[in-house]
């Protein structure tokens, strides 16, 4: 009866250990997933490389700049969904 109840615990103990390894193993993957740079990301940082590279207005701020950059990401994907720009 006693050896019952420890086979049982031990059981519980190495199924609690597998759910904690499993959730560990999914927070990790969704971590490295979030720091990859979505298509919009990339979208703008493609724009901002343009926009800084021929900007002549000095009265903008970085804030500025990356509002621009993510507007015309916007558009680039609204474009696509669209079917593109032809």
């Not at 390894?21 to 997933?33: F, G, I, M, V």
Request: charged share 25%; net charge negative.
């Amino acid at each position: 009866m006693f050896g019952d109840i420890h086979d049982t615990h031990e059981f519980n103990m190495l199924s609690v250990n597998e759910q904690v390894k499993r959730l560990r193993e999914s927070l990790l993957k969704r971590q490295k997933e979030a720091e990859q740079p979505t298509l919009r990301d990339q979208f703008a940082m493609a724009a901002l490389q343009g926009i800084l590279a021929h900007s002549w207005r000095t009265n903008v701020t970085d804030e500025g700049f990356a509002g621009d950059a993510y507007r015309l990401a916007d558009a680039m994907l609204a474009m696509r969904a669209a079917g593109g720009g032809d």
